[in-house]
């Protein structure tokens, strides 16, 4: 639903710099490049993994790519990469499937498991995965790039070329299987997408260049005819074209930023850091990306020697320049660090957040208050070691360093999955005091209690591999996620136990369960589920340090897969489809971009479950913010799959009749 937030910096001597080591000798200036794309019906998803993109002065179309003229700009550090200190974008299934960055301490069972990382993807160490659904109305940035100052002429995106992408359709006309993940095979197996055009880079000065990815490429191919068995290669003819111009996507702000080394551009309200850019002579840039009705940005600047000078609700609009002054005054700063540990255990948390943050200029909002009101802006953010100690060691993936906090009073948020989230005050002279920190120092001990539980599978588990079933705990009424954990069931079996720490029941009293099947196709584990989501509402927390009283046991079994495709009158670019079972929210989708084809039709497989969905349009502003819900639910009941007598290529799961199950399209409907 979210652009992956990004990390971007950039600038000369008066203006942003790149991102990248680019050697650049000479005369230059730089190239904000940010990708958008064009999506097609009848897929679920289409992802192609991109490597890098390069720029040539040269006219001539069929330039050779051992050129020495090529300009090669790599993706950005942190690209794809959800932020640390965002608590829980809205989460489907298939993303909780495929997470591989560290959750903390508090999921069993499972280590590496952890923030969600929709964005990104690939095979190689360096590539972004960029998903067409996802990018469609508001571009991604890619990079900010020093390059030299020059016309470009040809433009090209660079795939990975032994693994070009994903795609997953919906279910299928013919005995295929859809809603599975089928790698794409290109037409043109050339795996450079180029494309001419112009573009300036002058000296010392910044340009935009937006690329839409095509999937298909008009009179090479029509919608790409399914493959001959269920999971085999999609061909597909991808290509690239320019927008007229890349201020249809992109706005700008800029202004004096006296005593600042760097400016960070965040969503809104969320603490998402979009882009950073350094700052020289007091000046700086930033391009940002932006919404059909404009987008909303928090500032914050930052420097050695100087207190924060920040902004908050700066709405950027596309075409437009925005100034806005962020003048600092000289403060003396400390380095600021401290230990997060298990009050229950007193183990440390590794990969626990702490974000710094402060009322917006003229908001009177508690910012110790939980929820964070939204005008409270996140400063500064660090992650805690693998002996809970923070910050960690200096990257791109974090907004400000903790060893310049300047003197003054803010709030100090701590958190970590699993536990309860503490929210203190801190005030910074020449020392720092946090009052719920640990004996009045910054050490704090986050509270928990645990759920134990049972998944159970129908029919057992046929083998020869087990089945892994995730189990998620969010707040009650809410898609917050606060924490998952995997069972594993083994061949022959029917249920495995789960453990899990949650909050206490003083920080929260209740939250919905689900649980989902990684089911196997082919012998591939597959994204979407084919068994039911065993769903649970309201389930009671414990004290700290408990183990709830209600042990819940989520049962699951073998339906087949399932596909929705509807659309929704009223949309924007903060609408999305929300998916739910028994009150429980399980999955989202966004509707097309007006404009385009698709405009307000979407899609989403989910297991053919007997009994009914609801689907409920929901909308957030700004576009990032917390989803609300703005229509009534809409009831849906999947299409039964087919069944196929034995022997057939493959099934999503092993129904008790013995039959091989196809899915079928529920088509046509309306979510108002």
């Known amino acids: 639903m979210l652009l992956a937030p990004v990390l971007v910096l950039v600038g000369l001597s008066f203006l942003p710099i790149g991102t990248g080591q680019s050697q650049v000798s000479g005369p230059a200036g730089v190239i904000v490049i940010g990708l958008t794309g064009t999506f097609i019906p009848g897929f679920q998803s289409i992802s192609f993994n991109v490597l890098e993109v390069k720029l040539n002065p040269s006219t001539d179309p069929n330039v050779s790519q051992s050129d020495p003229n090529w300009t090669a700009i790599p993706i950005a550090p942190g690209v794809g990469l959800n932020d640390t200190s965002v608590a829980n974008p809205f989460t489907q299934l298939s993303n909780l499937f495929n997470s591989n960055s560290g959750f903390g301490s508090g999921f069993s069972g499972f280590s590496g498991f952890g923030n969600t990382n929709p964005g990104s993807g690939g095979t190689g160490p360096s590539e972004l995965q960029v998903d067409i659904n996802q990018i469609q109305s508001v571009p991604q940035i890619f990079n900010s790039y020093l390059v030299p100052a020059n016309t470009y002429h040809q433009i090209e995106?660079?795939?990975?070329?032994?693994?070009?992408?994903?795609?997953?359709p919906t279910c299928l006309a013919s005995p295929l299987e859809g809603c599975?993940?089928?790698?794409?095979?290109?037409?043109?197996?050339?795996?450079?997408?180029?494309?001419?055009?112009?573009?300036?880079?002058?000296?010392?000065?910044?340009?935009?260049?937006?690329?839409?990815?095509?999937?298909?490429?008009?009179?090479?191919?029509?919608?790409?005819?399914?493959?001959?068995?269920?999971g085999s290669l999609y061909k597909f003819s991808p290509s690239i074209t320019l927008p007229p111009s890349a201020h249809n996507f992109l706005g700008m702000i800029n202004g004096y930023a006296?005593?600042?080394?760097?400016?960070?551009?965040?969503?809104?309200?969320?603490?998402?850091?979009?882009?950073?850019?350094?700052?020289?002579?007091?000046?700086?840039?930033?391009?940002?990306?932006?919404?059909?009705?404009?987008?909303?940005?928090?500032?914050?600047?930052?420097?050695?020697?100087?207190?924060?000078?920040?902004?908050?609700?700066?709405?950027?609009?596309?075409?437009?320049?925005?100034?806005?002054?962020?003048?600092?005054?000289?403060?003396?700063?400390?380095?600021?660090?401290?230990?997060?540990?298990?009050?229950?255990?007193?183990?440390?948390?590794?990969?626990?957040?702490?974000?710094?943050?402060?009322?917006?200029?003229?908001?009177?909002?508690?910012?110790?208050?939980?929820?964070?009101?939204?005008?409270?802006?996140?400063?500064?953010?660090a992650n805690t070691d693998d002996t809970g100690t923070y910050p960690m060691p200096a990257s791109n993936f974090v907004l400000q360093a903790f060893n310049s906090i300047p003197n003054g009073s803010y709030t100090m948020k701590v958190s970590d999955a699993g536990y309860d989230t503490v929210a203190s005050h801190l005030s910074v002279s020449g020392g720092a005091e946090c009052s719920a920190g640990t004996g009045g120092i910054c050490n704090f001990a986050l509270g928990r209690s645990q759920i134990e539980g049972l998944v159970t599978i129908s029919p057992p588990v046929p083998g020869p591999k087990s089945l892994n079933v995730l189990v998620t705990a969010e707040d009650h009424g809410t898609h917050h996620i606060e924490n998952v954990a995997m069972a594993t069931v083994p061949p022959g079996s029917t249920a495995a136990p789960f453990t899990m720490y949650a909050p206490e029941s003083g920080s929260v009293f209740s939250v919905d369960m689900y649980a989902a099947v990684s089911d196997y196709f082919g012998g591939v584990p597959e994204k979407s589920s084919g068994h039911t989501i065993g769903v649970?509402?309201?389930?009671?927390?414990?004290?700290?340090?408990?183990?709830?009283?209600?042990?819940?046991?989520?049962?699951?079994?073998?339906?087949?897969?399932?596909?929705?495709?509807?659309?929704?009158?009223?949309?924007?670019?903060?609408?999305?489809?929300?998916?739910?079972?028994?009150?429980?929210?399980?999955?989202?989708?966004?509707?097309?971009?007006?404009?385009?084809?698709l405009a307000g039709q979407f899609s989403l497989c989910a297991p053919a479950d007997p009994a009914p969905y609801e689907l409920q349009r929901f909308e957030a502003f700004p576009p990032a913010a917390e989803p609300s819900p703005a229509a009534a639910p809409t009831a849906v009941l999947m299409t039964t799959p087919l069944q196929i007598a034995p022997p057939c290529a493959s099934s999503i799961c092993n129904a008790p009749s013995g039959r091989c199950l196809v899915c079928v399209n529920k088509q046509g409907v309306v979510v108002p």
Not at 157 to 168: C, E, F, K, R, Y
Not at 210 to 226: D, L, R
Not at 313 to 342: E, P
Not at 368 to 381: E, Q
């Open 180 to 230: 599975i993940a089928s790698q794409i095979s290109m037409v043109n197996p050339s795996q450079f997408l180029q494309t001419s055009g112009s573009v300036s880079v002058p000296l010392n000065g910044l340009t935009t260049l937006v690329i839409n990815i095509n999937p298909i490429t008009a009179g090479v191919q029509s919608i790409p005819a399914p493959p001959a068995f269920s």
């Open 258 to 381: 006296f005593g600042a080394a760097k400016v960070a551009a965040e969503l809104a309200g969320t603490g998402q850091v979009v882009e950073t850019t350094t700052t020289g002579g007091g000046q700086y840039q930033l391009p940002l990306p932006a919404s059909k009705d404009g987008t909303l940005y928090d500032l914050v600047a930052s420097g050695p020697g100087f207190a924060y000078a920040f902004a908050h609700n700066v709405l950027v609009k596309r075409s437009l320049v925005k100034k806005v002054q962020l003048n600092a005054v000289g403060a003396g700063q400390i380095a600021l660090t401290g230990k997060v540990t298990d009050a229950c255990s007193g183990t440390p948390l590794q990969g626990a957040t702490i974000e710094i943050l402060a009322p917006a200029p003229g908001a009177k909002a508690d910012c110790t208050t939980l929820p964070t009101p939204s005008p409270c802006v996140v400063l500064a953010a």
């Open 536 to 597: 649970l509402s309201a389930i009671p927390l414990a004290s700290r340090c408990g183990t709830a009283a209600i042990h819940p046991i989520l049962s699951m079994e073998c339906v087949g897969h399932g596909a929705v495709i509807g659309s929704t009158t009223t949309f924007d670019d903060g609408t999305s489809i929300v998916l739910s079972k028994d009150g429980v929210q399980l999955m989202s989708t966004t509707p097309g971009a007006a404009g385009s084809a």
């Open 157 to 168: 995106l660079v795939l990975d070329g032994s693994n070009a992408g994903t795609v997953v």
